[in-house]
Nanobody, 111 residues
Framework: QVQLVESGGGLVQPGGSLRLSCATS????????MGWYRQAPGKQRELVAL???????NYADSVKGRFTISRDNTKNTVYLQLNSLKPEDTAVYFC?????WGQGTQVTVSS
């Protein structure tokens, strides 16, 4: 079956960085677009970044210039580099491919 496993979350101070990973299995990774979403407490899940099969990217306005999505088709893995983190980036981050979701990884930005 299809599995998506996120990792790399944690507690970081404002201005800090994290790198999230999402390893996939059970699906042909290279022919599908991938996305990262996040959900903060009491809020709806929102799109953070998308990457197409050709590597074209799209970002939410709130993270443009700070976050970078990338993919490694040889490892069936998508990444999200989070730089210049702000407290408002605190959320559970999920990766997505087609109708499938990972379990999420918590990112907490706090001093």
């Amino acid at each position: 079956q299809v599995q998506l496993v996120e990792s790399g979350g944690g507690l970081v101070q404002p201005g800090g960085s994290l790198r999230l990973s999402c390893a996939t299995s059970g699906i042909i990774f290279s022919i599908n677009a991938m996305g990262w979403y996040r959900q903060a407490p009491g809020k709806q899940r929102e799109l953070v970044a998308l990457i197409t099969t050709s590597g074209r990217t799209n970002y939410a306005d709130s993270v443009k210039g700070r976050f970078t999505i990338s993919r490694d088709n040889t490892k069936n893995t998508v990444y999200l580099q989070l730089n210049s983190l702000k407290p408002e980036d605190t959320a559970v981050y999920f990766c997505n491919i087609k109708k499938y979701w990972g379990q999420g990884t918590q990112v907490t930005v706090s001093s």
